[in-house]
């Protein structure tokens, strides 16, 4: 049976991560595999850490999207592929890799993947998770704050300086895309119930 691929998109603190996470409730853990587009930022080890801090990772150049996309073809074909690990703290990636097993679906989840014309056309359902301005900055400062070891004048810096301007530029026109857009990011339940009984029906296709 030919795996299903759901892509999960939206601004950075939208509440892209409360949606997959109900997805994979309803389908259950071991029929869902989960690739994560900020896992696949290049390694750019040859810098200083403070060069490193202040390239632009909103943009999609900054993400190998080719290695991602042949690793989706994989999945679907029936082979596991080797996920690159990232330190965001760091802003660099880690030594190794994460085995991601094929299963009945596959999520891709990241702010840029309905940018990519390649990555688009793999994605049997497309979700933009939609939020507003506010909320999505004070959900990434309190992310960058107690997950990646940011400070809060780098957080503001980074968002006004790249953030926005790219979610401006890349992120929000690629919503014309999406099969689904979900309003109030990842608390919408009326509009993640339908989601939910859309992807079940292609589960048990």
């Keep these: 049976m030919k795996p299903f691929v759901i892509g999960v998109a939206g601004g950075s603190g939208s509440g892209k991560t409360t949606v997959v996470s109900q997805i994979v409730k309803s389908l259950g853990d071991d029929q869902v595999s989960l690739l994560e587009h900020d896992k696949y930022y290049r390694d750019r080890g040859d810098l200083r850490l403070e060069e490193r801090a202040a390239l632009n990772y909103d943009h999609p150049d900054s ?11 994989a999945l679907r074909a029936g082979s596991p592929v ?25 999520i891709v989840e990241g ?36 997950e990646r070891g940011r400070t809060v004048s780098s957080v503001i810096d980074q968002y006004l300086g790249t ?36 992807i079940r029906s292609l589960a048990a296709r």
């Excluded at 793999?122 to 506010?134: G, S, Y």
């Design 63 to 73: 993400l190998e999207t080719d290695l991602l996309v042949q690793h989706v073809k």
């Design 82 to 106: 080797d996920v690159p690990l990232y330190d965001f703290a760091r802003h660099a990636r880690e030594e190794g890799t994460t085995t991601v097993l094929p299963r009945r679906a596959i």
């Design 111 to 146: 702010i840029l993947i309905f940018a990519d014309p390649d990555l688009r056309k793999l994605l049997d359902v497309k979700v933009f998770v939609d939020a507003d301005d506010d909320t999505r900055f004070i959900r990434r400062l309190q992310r960058d704050l107690s």
């Design 163 to 198: 953030v926005k301007p790219m979610h401006l530029e890349f992120v929000e026109p690629s919503k014309r895309y999406a099969d689904v857009i979900t309003p109030l990011g990842g608390h919408n339940t009326v509009a993640i119930d339908m989601l939910l009984t859309l």
